[in-house]
């Protein structure tokens, strides 16, 4: 990962380091960023409020689609406001095509809208979750070793049709393979048996930052519980809509989908 380091500006008759702003990640699309600054300030991305943990640690993320400008303020104790201009750098996307998926799953029918209506709402609602842990900064493993089968972002052309581009990493492997969580958390969500994503868990990182798994043939936790990095939380299945056995693994910051492999890329 890239580490950039950035001092705010300050006005005359402030002492200098006052408004230090440390930020650690990738400002590319799809990227998450870890900022560190002093504590009691006040931050806004884009003029969205960030929550900055009682020790100044904080994170914002960057979605596929992000523009190449982002605007950083903060507002430090005693000092006048300073914002910082991101250049968040452009990616260039693959196109994927799946086939052999049933239809149902690809054009659902009428009686399936509601369901799938309920069920992403549930999985929306678990992203709006701000909790003040700080436990994204445990750092993120990949939850499980195997072929890489899809890539964040890409365009998907499902059975001939084109659908929405690919939110997570899919990681191909034998039925019944340990899923491990990609970081500390707790369980915000547990599902059995979604339309789209079949037995699914949600892991929530504090600020805004959650994970999920989905795919799985079994799921190893309840909602609530506490896991370290790399406690099993489940087993690679097919379950929902499915070709073969994989897990797809998501990052998200509140809405913004993420891109799974920059969390991991330095350890690999």
């Known amino acids: 990962m890239r580490t950039l380091l950035l001092a705010c500006l300050l006005m005359a008759g402030h002492p200098l380091g006052a408004a230090d702003l440390t930020l650690e990640g990738d400002l590319v699309q799809g990227g998450l960023v870890l900022g560190r600054t002093v504590p009691g300030t006040r931050a806004a991305l884009n003029d969205r409020s960030v929550r900055i943990a009682d020790d100044g640690l904080f994170v914002i993320g960057f979605g596929r689609d992000a523009s190449a400008d982002a605007t950083l303020c903060l507002d430090a104790p005693g000092t006048p406001r300073a914002c910082h201009h991101l250049t968040i750098e452009a990616r260039d996307w693959k196109t994927q095509r799946i086939d052999g998926l049933p239809g149902r799953k690809v054009t ?4 399936d809208l509601e369901r799938i209506r309920r069920e992403g709402a549930l999985i929306a609602a678990t992203r709006k979750t701000d909790s003040a842990d700080t436990l994204f900064a445990s750092g993120f493993i990949r939850p499980l070793e195997g072929r890489i089968s899809g890539v964040f972002g890409s365009q998907r052309i499902l059975n001939g049709k084109p659908r929405r581009p690919h939110n997570g990493l899919d990681i191909a492997a034998p039925t019944g393979t340990k899923v491990k969580a990609a970081a500390d958390g707790r369980v915000a969500l547990v599902h059995q048996d979604m339309f789209y994503t079949g037995k699914t ?8 930052v959650t994970s999920v798994y989905i795919h799985m043939n079994d799921i190893l936790v309840g909602k609530g519980q506490a896991v370290v990095k790399g406690t099993p939380i ?3 299945g097919m379950t929902g809509r499915a070709t073969g056995p994989h897990l797809h693994w998501g990052v998200n910051w509140f809405g913004t989908h993420l891109d799974p ?4 890329e330095s350890h690999d």
């Open 108 to 111: 659902p029918e009428k009686r």
């Open 201 to 208: 868990v949600m892991l929530d990182h504090g600020h805004g």
């Open 234 to 236: 489940g087993t690679v």
């Open 261 to 264: 492999a920059l969390l991991v």
